[in-house]
């Protein structure tokens, strides 16, 4: 929503978003409100075998903030997460089990959890400041600092927002922003170019070492491992690793074979 200039989706519609979609994959006739308007809805042509609803088909909530997190626990089968600091995730997964409370349910140890999260395994001797560390990293450590900017802005621009990772860069960051050139209604175009596919050449200034390790699984292979054993005790599950779009197979390899052997 916020690459398209729009604030996120309100959480009761949000909520109501769910409840339907919920209600139709589970087979059932759902009240719908369109424009005003109010009626039962059903999927169609079941008889026919074009949707299969007869296996349970689940749904993956993404939610950070604390309302989000517990329609996850209300409706979802799943969580995925943009991970933060500890306290954070503790404080998350408590809310989804206060939503799944509230709803009558009792989540299953099925119950997925994911991180969404960027990556790099280091070769020996590669820094964090190595232009191949910055290339693998940089389009998703880059939307988390877009990301950071759009909150702090649109929540009174307090100086507690900012993430620590990106505190000694904040102000040329700011910077940069009032010196692009599309009017500030239209600047969340520049702001979000890029988005999550690559690192625009003018923020790759911003990608310190800071900034990586604190928004990525980056290290040698061990200590990788270490990161997702943290992960593990927070009650994460998984990752979903989201590289830019250029370095996408080479990431994904190197993780297949340098750090997964070591977690079977």
């Known amino acids: 929503m916020r690459v398209m200039g729009q604030h ?3 959480i009761k519609d949000f909520r109501e978003y ?3 979609v919920r209600g139709l ?3 059932e006739a759902v009240e719908y409100t369109y424009a005003g308007r109010t009626r039962e809805i059903q999927f169609l042509h079941r008889d026919l075998h074009y949707l299969n609803l007869e296996q349970p088909i689940p749904i993956y909530v993404a939610a950070n903030g604390p309302k989000a997190c517990e329609i ?3 409706f979802g089968d799943g969580w995925v997460t943009a991970v933060g600091n500890p306290a954070e995730v503790k404080v998350q997964r408590a809310m989804i089990d206060q939503g799944a409370r ?3 349910r009792k989540l299953s140890d099925s119950y997925l959890t994911t991180a969404l999260i960027g990556g790099c395994v280091l070769k020996p001797g590669e820094k964090l400041t190595d232009d191949r560390v910055i290339d693998e990293t940089g389009s998703f450590v880059s939307a988390i600092l877009h ?3 759009e909150i702090w802005k649109d929540m009174g621009k307090k100086d507690e927002l900012i993430p620590p990772y990106f505190a000694n860069v904040w102000d040329q960051y700011l910077a940069r922003v009032e010196d692009m050139s599309l009017p500030e209604q239209s600047r969340f175009r520049q702001i979000h170019d890029g988005h999550c596919t690559y690192l625009q050449p003018g923020e790759r200034k911003f990608m310190t070492p800071e900034a990586i390790k604190g928004s990525c699984l980056v290290g040698t292979p061990e200590e990788i491992v270490h990161q997702l054993n943290d992960l ?3 009650g994460i599950q998984g990752v979903s690793l989201l590289p830019p779009a250029e370095f996408q197979r080479k990431v994904f390899r190197d993780f ?3 750090v997964m052997p070591l977690v079977r």
């Open 8 to 10: 996120p989706m309100r």
């Open 18 to 20: 769910l409840r339907v």
């Open 25 to 27: 994959l589970n087979g």
């Open 72 to 74: 996850a626990g209300e």
């Open 102 to 104: 509230k709803a009558g």
């Open 147 to 149: 990301f950071a900017y």
């Open 232 to 234: 593990e005790r927070l």
């Open 256 to 258: 297949s074979e340098l």
